[in-house]
């Protein structure tokens, strides 16, 4: 079946479903397509940590109405190493700013539904296979693939959005040559687990120990979401619940304080990767959020900058659409600052905090002395404040994108 739309979107995560709306809200058309079904996407656990720039984009966008009702605001986080736990009081050190605890999947669910509300059911292809793009560099670049009952697709589009995160076909369709990347693994990994029991702490933990990286996060009221540092190699079978809860009890110990345990409703291995590739576009293709980046999760940095891209895209395609070229030349550019920016971020909090198998006491010692100053200069903790909270703020990014029309 030959069809024709403004924008094929590859990939209904957050980066695609929020493109699809902003898309909407300016008249503009878009075909959205994703191999995964809804349910798939709407329980796939990641990321949990909205800065407020994210929140207010949300906001703006009409898509607030749980997110205010359930999310959490946070006005900081804990460090915690050598026996104590300080805390980082983001607002006070960046003039009010926050972050919100809103799981990554109930944005999804919220945009899922927002598109079927407005859209209807076909808003979304889900379950699509022979997924393609072709045509780049002309003015009328090709998607094509095959929906759930089996029909075949070629739609022709003015631009398409690669949003089919980091294994997607969009960045590889894209000529050798073309693109520079950067890539750096971490010899460790995270073991996640999603548990059904109030979270132990108003605000996350993030504790340095001299057996690996803990993290105690929250998804709401009653549900908690913690990490542990283990092997890259590491298995899931390896850790039945009770090791799991026993390594924590370990790495996050205090005196008078104590983690509460419950039932894991979900458990998985992350790696940990640091990825980056340039530019964004390559002719009328244009790669948004994990598609072209990736940042180790260390600083909650990638559901924000998947939002953050698309922000920044959907002005720039519908100044492409009216024939005005340079907001879209000026996209990967805007972008990368901020990508770059967020990868230094979550490096320099994934290098601070884990422990780096073979490394010597040195080391450990290095990470301690950081530790220290972080938590007792104003100017340093004011530094990861403003990176934690979004650096530079998504409202500068957007007014910067602006300027370019
Ligand atoms: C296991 C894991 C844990 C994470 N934990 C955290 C965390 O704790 N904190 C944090 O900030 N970030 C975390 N992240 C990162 C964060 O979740 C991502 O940055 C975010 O999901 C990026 O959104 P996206 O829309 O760009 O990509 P994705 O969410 O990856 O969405 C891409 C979509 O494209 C679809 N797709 C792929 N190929 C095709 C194709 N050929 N055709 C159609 N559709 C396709 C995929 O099925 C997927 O639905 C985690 C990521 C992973 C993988």
């Known amino acids: 079946m030959r069809t024709r739309t403004q924008v094929g979107i590859v990939g209904a995560g957050p980066a695609g479903l929020l493109l699809s709306h902003l898309l909407a809200l300016r008249g503009i058309d878009s075909v959205l397509i994703e191999i995964r079904s809804r349910e798939y996407c709407e329980a796939r656990q990641r990321a949990g940590v909205l800065e407020d720039g994210s929140v207010a984009l949300l906001r703006e966008a009409n898509l607030a109405s749980r997110l205010d009702r359930q999310g959490l605001e946070h006005g900081g986080i804990y460090l915690q190493f050598d026996g104590q736990r300080r805390h980082i009081d983001f607002r006070e ?188 576009r390559y002719g009328r293709l244009f790669l948004a959020g994990d598609a072209a980046h990736i940042v180790p999760p260390t600083g909650a940095k990638g559901l924000n900058l998947a939002l953050a891209d698309v922000a920044v895209l959907a002005p720039a395609l519908d100044a492409l659409l009216h024939g005005d070229e340079q907001p879209a030349a000026g996209y990967s550019a805007t972008c990368l600052d901020r990508v770059w920016r967020s990868t230094h971020f979550s490096w320099w909090m994934t290098t601070m905090l884990h422990r780096t198998p073979g490394a010597d006491e040195m080391t450990t010692q290095l990470q301690l002395s950081q530790l220290r100053y972080v938590t007792s200069s104003r100017a340093a903790a004011t530094s990861l404040a403003e990176n934690y909270t979004g650096w530079p703020p998504l409202s500068r990014l957007r007014s910067h994108a602006d300027q370019d029309r």
């Open 93 to 280: 050190l960046t003039g009010g700013r926050s972050v919100t605890v809103y799981a990554q999947t109930e944005v999804v669910k919220d945009l899922i539904a927002r598109r079927i509300a407005d859209s209807g059911r076909d808003a979304i292809s889900f379950s699509v296979t022979e997924t393609e793009v072709a045509e780049l560099d002309t003015a009328s670049p090709v998607l094509r693939y095959t929906d759930a009952a089996g029909t075949r697709h070629e739609v022709t589009c003015d631009a398409i959005a690669g949003c089919d995160g980091f294994h997607g076909i969009c960045r590889p369709a894209i000529p050798a040559g073309v693109l520079t990347t950067w890539e750096r693994d971490y010899p460790y990994a995270w073991l996640g687990i999603l548990a059904d029991v109030p979270p132990s702490t108003d605000e996350l933990i993030y504790a340095h120990h001299c057996d690996g990286f803990a993290l105690h996060s929250l998804r709401s009221p009653t549900v908690s979401r913690l990490y542990l540092q283990v092997d890259p190699d590491e298995v899931v079978a390896n850790w039945p619940d009770e090791r799991v809860w026993a390594e924590l009890s370990r790495r996050f110990e205090l005196p008078g304080w104590t983690l509460e345990r419950g039932p894991v409703l979900d458990k998985s291995i992350t790696p940990m990767r640091s990825f980056v590739s340039a530019p964004m």
